[in-house]
């Protein structure tokens, strides 16, 4: 079994797709609209903690949160390259 075997697993992967799913939506729509941020975090919150709690099968709270947080990595990271890195 190699370190990659350990490393990349499904909630590694789930992750990155919560993370960067959010921060491209935040880098696109952040620069001229202000409510991405708002949008993002909290549908994904609804998503999360409502619909996937009711319609995804052994979805369990500790599963939603760090899918949220995910959404709120990327919404950070997002956040960070609009504020810090000039294009």
Same mark, same amino acid.
């Given at each position: 079994? &190699? ?12 992750? @990155? ?12 729509? @952040? ?25 995804? @099968? &052994?979805? &369990? ?27």
């Amino acid at each position: 079994m &190699s370190i990659l075997d350990k490393i990349v697993t499904p909630k590694f992967i789930t992750f @990155q797709a919560h993370c960067w799913f959010a921060y491209t939506f935040v880098h696109t729509f @952040q620069p001229h609209h202000w409510w991405a941020l708002y949008a993002m975090l909290g549908g994904a919150a609804v998503k999360e903690f409502y619909i996937d709690k009711h319609f995804e @099968q &052994s979805q &369990s709270f500790n599963d939603n949160l760090v899918d949220w947080i995910g959404y709120a990595t990327g919404t950070g990271l997002a956040l960070c390259a609009l504020r810090y890195l000039a294009y």
